[in-house]
């Protein structure tokens, strides 16, 4: 990937992303949008370019603009920890001698709990429900099992290598955010049916590296697993949102529910903090008042 702008200390920035962050195309276009949005609304308000000559009120003014566009404030926030970051590598390379983020304070958001599905719901969706018949509804029902069993973002799930399965030791290794490496134990069913599954690769997908493969031996596409995912949730579930990452919450959550370390959830998820971890404890709280209604006498 080699994203160039108009804007050349912007191209050295992205340089430092992609070779040193080592960060996602995905992650680097996110950063490159925010930041032209941002150089371009202040090269047609203020008629300038020059970085040291960008204020703290030109940042609160644009950010004053996106909000009146109705930009929530997560999409704000992101947009801060963009420029946040930006400014930070012009210090750390002497161009500048401070941020003008300084004055800049982030709006503060609701914490939303982590939608999830319930245990009950995820066992008829793996036990009782039909799936397609074939190599399309074993791949479906196989990409299900994945991301339950294992918490996978799509991205990983998708990009999954077979030669990154070990059925022998039981585990996947997944290449996650920032390049980083985790290993993911799963069940002795689960592996074997991993190996049925690989045995009965289809013969057109003979040099696809992924483990996951549709019916024509290609990889599979995110929009379509995204499409079958919510299907078959929606027999289970009534939950407003019915994504792949429905299923990672629900990993979490029932691993957190069912006594599981905090930091051991974090490592299994890949999250680079333990806060990010921290929300799945919610869920672990309505466990407990649950005991406490049906136990305690004077509940």
Not at 5 to 24: C, G, H, I, V, W
Not at 246 to 274: C, Q, Y
Request: a positive charge.
């Amino acid at each position: 990937m080699s994203l160039q702008t108009r804007y050349t200390p912007l191209n050295a920035f992205l340089t430092y992303l992609q070779f040193e962050k080592r960060y996602s195309s995905h992650t680097i276009t996110a950063y490159a949008n925010d930041l032209i949005q941002f150089f371009d609304f202040v090269e047609s308000q203020y008629d300038t370019m020059v970085l040291d000559q960008v204020s703290g009120t030109m940042v609160r003014t644009w950010l004053a603009s996106l909000k009146e566009a109705a930009l929530t404030g997560k999409s704000l926030n992101r947009k801060i920890s963009s420029l946040k970051s930006f400014f930070k590598f012009q210090i750390q390379k002497g161009v500048l001698t401070k941020s003008p983020m300084e004055t800049v304070t982030s709006p503060k958001i609701s914490k939303r709990l982590p939608a999830f599905v319930a245990e009950n719901d995820m066992e008829q969706l793996l036990l009782n429900l039909s799936f397609a018949e074939g190599w399309k509804g074993f791949t479906e029902k196989m990409v299900i099992q994945l991301f339950y069993a294992t918490g996978m973002r799509l991205s990983e799930l998708i990009q999954c290598k077979q030669n990154n399965v070990d059925l022998n030791k039981k585990q996947i290794k997944v290449l996650g955010k920032g390049n980083k490496e985790r290993i993911l134990p799963i069940s002795p069913e689960l592996a074997l049916e991993l190996k049925k599954y690989i045995s009965q690769k289809p013969a057109e997908a003979a040099g696809v590296p992924q483990l996951l493969v549709t019916e024509k031996g290609k990889a599979l596409q995110p929009r379509a697993v995204y499409t079958f995912v919510k299907f078959y949730l929606s027999q289970v579930t009534t939950l407003q949102k019915k994504s792949p990452h429905i299923l990672r919450h629900s990993f979490a959550t029932h691993l957190m529910n069912n006594g599981a370390d905090l930091n051991a959830v974090k490592e299994l998820l890949g999250h680079s903090s333990l806060a990010a971890t921290q929300v799945y404890t919610h869920n672990t709280i309505e466990k407990l008042k649950e005991v406490f209604a049906k136990a305690h006498p004077k509940a």
